[in-house]
């Protein structure tokens, strides 16, 4: 088993264009396999089998050469055996040394105890990956292979894999132009967080699979003959949305499967000829379509001229087909579809085939990243978050006053702007005129403005920026900016207690400086010298007779020992003191059931998402032993399960009828006489559901609103909907996630 693996592994690398190294290759996988003998996988198989997998994915998948294939077998080497890195540079080489320890895993991190060793192994990863861009290509490949065999694992563990790989390693192919490789993890996280909706989805598209071939043959027949008799080679072939891109667009857009419109594209992929301009080519085919087909004008997304920060081009336009329904089609040449698929390996081979090729938006985002590195937030989780920032999906095109471009993600500032042009500049950033209009610094820019900055001498970084800033070098440079600043602050501040105090004669000992510090409501000296330094601070008049008082700041010292001991739950609306509570063990291994006597006692559910029995739902495990529920779907889960994997604890509900849950309906529909009147009645006297609140407008006959209620489980839900939708005038009813 294990030589025909690694045999199928040499003949995809002797069907590459790389220099064929085979004695390096095969020398690196003998090793491996020694190195790895007798060790097996959860799923019973030699262990030697994953890596052979992950260097098979590295070569065919991404196209890369030997030194990522050697990399890609000896990936595990330092992290489950005894050798060590030195050993591996003796052997391999320094290059293959380096891209391995990028890919071993700490053992524990600086701020392990605080923080989290998933971030704190994510950070090594990435200041590996500012040297060389093969560490995150082969994790990427080491990621795909996990995700491929996680039936294996724990439920738990699944979910911890799936999370993490939804909120940075998804984006980060996303923004590594790996597309394939994106929309795999993307699926593969979604089948084991949502299973029973992965299974739904995939049965509509074997139902509905013979209809889209003969909606695709329809349209396509025409446009063949159009292209054959322009003497272009081509391949047209048939594009299937994601199974977790519809289940997305379903919960955003609140419509059913049947709904969707772009589930299916038409991808056209033609040969590139010599002395032929690409971009000629692809606006001569979109000549063609629309000569046949009427065009969705505000659908078309030229990224041929300017393509996306990752490397993506393509042309992408919308059209009428002739059964009456709107279909995609992206025209791409071969070498943009290269690029499309295998991303960041295709990219830089491409390059080197252009010396002297402008600087890519791929490059300018290896250097920020770089930037990133260089001052990162002490936090780990925190750093993950700002590098999270920086993997946006869509872009927009400004310009500066001089016409200089300028690529931002969508949604960014005028302040993020500033940012992008200097350090300084954003800095002292007072203002914009964007197209020659003056803006507040939050002013969210659009694609084609034109951005001019204001600044100042006397102004600085304020903590509010962080609420309004949208790309990762800016909030990185604000925080450093509020860390030095406050330090500043702190140190001035210091030496004016010490001043006052001693103009009253008073010694500055650290007992003295702790008593002031906790009388004026701070738990943390720095905390209070910042303050003094803002004027934030009123001076008591008797600092004397106060030293000499018991502190009277009764409120402050209880929460103080409140918050140390463990008393307060963030979330609960009651206070119950924690060590009066009978407190279950939990096996981390189990699916722990949700039974209602133990809600409250051993579980509270999330304010976040508001779980409610029914939903599916998993378990963070608290410091104190107690269980957070929250939705599978909730972007605070996600966060949990991608920096703390460990306390993830697979749940499931039992039953519950004597505690009520808040949620919400959305309902809208033709305003009728009597239909609110209908609709209260339903629901309090037919349901007997609790209604927390309505809020319902009307507007030109049409109704729309939210109504707040409260239920035992989803089941209530559901039929409640289903009552609802039933009455005359009421076109569409849903539950409204928090």
């Known amino acids: 088993m294990i030589q025909k693996e690694y045999d199928a592994l040499l003949d995809d690398y002797a069907h590459s264009n790389h220099r064929q190294k085979f004695d390096k290759i095969n020398k690196a996988f003998h090793f491996a396999k ?3 003998k007798g060790a097996k996988r959860n799923s019973g198989e030699p262990y030697i089998m994953h890596p052979i997998a992950v260097a098979r994915i590295v070569c065919r998948e ?37 891209i391995v320890d990028g890919l071993t895993k700490i053992s524990g991190g600086v701020f392990a105890e605080a923080a989290s060793i998933q971030a704190e192994n994510m950070r090594k990863l990435l200041i590996t ?18 995700m491929r065999t996680l039936d294996s694992m724990l439920t738990a563990k699944q979910y911890k894999i799936a999370g993490e790989t939804m909120y940075l390693y998804a984006p980060l192919a996303h923004r590594l132009g790996l597309f394939a490789i994106k929309t795999e993890l993307e699926d593969l996280s979604f ?36 292209l054959d008799s322009m003497n272009i080679k081509y391949e047209m072939k048939e594009r299937i949305k994601s199974i977790y891109s519809i289940w997305n667009k379903i919960q955003i857009k609140k419509v059913g499967f049947e709904d969707i419109y772009d589930i299916f594209a038409v991808r056209i992929v033609f040969e590139s000829e010599e002395g032929v301009d690409e971009k000629k080519r692809c606006w001569d085919i979109y000549s063609a379509i629309t000569d046949l087909y009427e065009l969705r004008t505000e659908r078309l997304r030229d ?30 040449s071969s070498k943009m579809d290269d690029i499309a698929e295998k991303g960041f390996a295709a990219h830089w081979k491409y390059k080197e085939q252009k010396s002297g090729e402008d600087e890519t938006e791929l490059d300018k985002w290896m250097v920020t990243i770089q930037e990133l590195l260089e001052s990162p937030n002490p936090n780990a989780m925190d750093f993950l978050d700002t590098i999270k920032l920086n993997l946006f999906a869509h872009e927009i095109f400004v310009f500066t006053p001089k016409g200089e471009l300028k690529t931002l ?17 954003g800095d002292s950033c007072i203002g914009a005129k964007v197209n020659r209009k003056l803006v507040p610094l939050s002013h969210k820019l659009l694609s084609g403005d034109q951005v001019e900055v204001l600044t100042s001498r006397s102004q600085y970084p304020r903590e509010e920026w962080l609420s309004f800033v949208t790309t990762a070098r800016a909030k990185t440079k604000i925080e450093l900016a509020l860390r030095k600043r406050k330090k500043e602050k702190t140190k001035q501040g210091e030496k004016q207690v010490r001043e006052f105090l001693m103009k009253f004669g008073i010694e500055p000992k ?15 000296r720095d905390d209070f010298y910042y303050a003094i330094a803002e004027g934030q601070v009123i001076w008591p008049e008797n600092p004397k007779q106060l030293l000499r008082e018991k502190s009277n700041n009764i409120f402050f010292k209880y929460m103080k020992q409140a918050f140390n001991v463990g008393k307060f739950d ?44 029914g939903d599916e739902v998993l378990g963070f495990l608290n410091d104190d032993g107690r269980l957070i529920i929250h939705k599978r779907s909730c972007p605070i889960a996600l966060k949990l399960k991608s920096n703390f994997g460990e306390r993830i604890i697979s749940c499931k509900w039992g039953k519950h009828k004597a505690f009520s849950f808040p949620s919400a309906i959305e309902i809208k529909g033709i305003d009728t006489l009597g239909i609110l009147n209908q609709i209260t009645k339903t629901i309090s006297e037919d349901f007997a559901v609790d209604i927390r609140k309505i809020n319902l407008e009307s507007n030109a006959g049409y109704f729309e609103g939210k109504i707040d209620i409260s239920v035992h489980d989803v089941n209530d839900i559901n039929q409640l909907c289903g009552k609802l939708s039933k009455i005359k005038g009421v076109k569409k009813v849903n539950r409204v996630d928090n």
């Open 191 to 226: 089948k084991y967080e949502h299973p029973e909706e992965f299974d739904e989805i995939t049965q509509k598209l074997e139902a509905t699979a013979i209809d889209r071939k003969l909606l695709y043959d329809h349209f396509t027949a025409p446009l063949k003959g159009k």
């Open 510 to 524: 650290h007992s003295t400086l702790d008593k002031l510090t906790s009388y004026c409501g701070f738990s943390q």
């Open 409 to 425: 993600p969508q949604h960014a500032t005028a302040l993020d702007f500033a940012y992008a042009l200097h350090t300084d500049v």
């Open 129 to 146: 990956m500012s040297s060389d861009i093969r560490v995150i290509l082969i994790k990427m490949a080491d990621r795909l292979h996990n």
């Open 303 to 332: 990224w041929v001229s300017r393509p996306k920060a990752n490397g993506y081009q393509a042309l992408h336009l919308t059209v009428m087909g002739p059964d009456g329904q709107w279909i995609e089609v992206q025209i791409r």
């Open 62 to 98: 991404m196209g890369l050469g030997s030194t990522s294939i050697c990399s890609a077998l000896l990936h595990d080497v330092v992290e489950d055996t005894d050798y060590t890195v030195e050993n591996i540079a003796n052997l391999f080489g320094e290059k293959i040394a380096q």
């Open 570 to 613: 963030i979330g609960k609306k009651d206070v119950i003191p924690q060590e009066t509570l009978p407190l279950e063990k939990i096996d981390k291994k189990k699916t722990y059931i949700l039974k209602e006597e133990a809600f409250q006692k051993n579980y509270t559910v999330s304010d976040c998402c508001k779980p409610i029995p």
């Open 34 to 36: 020694q190195a790895h």
